[in-house]
């Protein structure tokens, strides 16, 4: 089972995610694979990949590989076990989702014997259901669960505590209060530049962290 950490949806280029570099430290040799399956625009892929592999050299990763929905899955998996961390873009988390069905991949990560990092998208997909706060968009309109592809248990909510609506969804409070006295559920909500570490079953918090339970907030 992989060590895994659920960010809240920062710019990673910006430096301000300390818990990734934390990361880095702890392994030896590290080896990136960044996963760019949350979005299928070849061109985009290359630019955020360019500035991705900018930020994640120059806090000691040296060896950096690709891999995105064009990439066969025997490729993907080769990629796989030649790395020891895996990093989750954000993006179109249900694209995220789909693709990494379409490649048959969940098996291979759940057995990854290393570190998987997501940030935004890349954090909800890693969740057996994640929570969708309704946004200004057609399919948005109802605040539910959404599933992911299993690797932990815990329910999570992201961009928490951003001013922008298309990002951390309409009146998040009261959304998540709801829904977490209606149906029973726990929900970790995590602000951008904050994470949630889990690692066989323990959590453990960086950063500021809500908790929404039984219709009541606490901060962690």
């Known amino acids: 089972m992989p060590r895994l950490f659920l960010e ?3 710019n990673l280029q910006e430096g301000k995610v300390k818990v990734m570099k934390k990361i880095v430290k702890t392994v030896k040799n590290p080896s990136l694979l ?9 061109k985009k892929n290359i630019k955020y990949g360019k500035l ?4 994640f050299k120059s806090i000691g990763i040296k060896k950096i590989q ?3 929905h064009s990439n066969s899955r025997a490729d993907i998996l080769e990629k796989i076990n030649n790395s020891n961390l895996i990093y989750l873009p954000g993006g179109k988390t249900k694209l995220l989702y789909q693709n990494i069905m379409k490649k048959n991949i969940i098996k291979n990560l759940k057995n990854f014997n290393g570190i998987i990092f ?4 890349g954090a909800l997909v890693q969740c057996k259901k994640y929570i969708a706060i309704k946004k200004p968009e057609p ?5 539910k669960p959404r599933s992911g592809i299993g690797l932990t248990d815990i329910m ?3 961009h928490y505590g951003s001013k922008n609506p298309m990002l951390a969804g309409e009146n998040p409070d009261i959304e998540l209060k709801n829904f977490s006295k209606k149906h029973n559920k726990k929900i970790y909500a995590i602000p951008e530049r904050s994470a949630i570490e889990y690692n066989n079953g ?11 339970n039984k219709g009541i907030k606490t901060k962690i």
């Not at 399919?139 to 605040?143: A, G, P, Q, S, V």
């Open 34 to 42: 960044m996963l760019q399956l949350s979005s299928n625009d070849k």
């Open 52 to 55: 991705l592999s900018k930020y």
């Open 156 to 158: 999570i909510s992201v």
């Open 118 to 121: 997501g940030g935004s998208a």
């Open 8 to 10: 809240g949806g920062a």
């Open 66 to 68: 690709f891999a995105n």
């Open 202 to 212: 323990k959590l453990k918090f960086h950063g500021n962290i809500y908790l929404f």
């Open 139 to 143: 399919d948005r309109k109802i605040t």
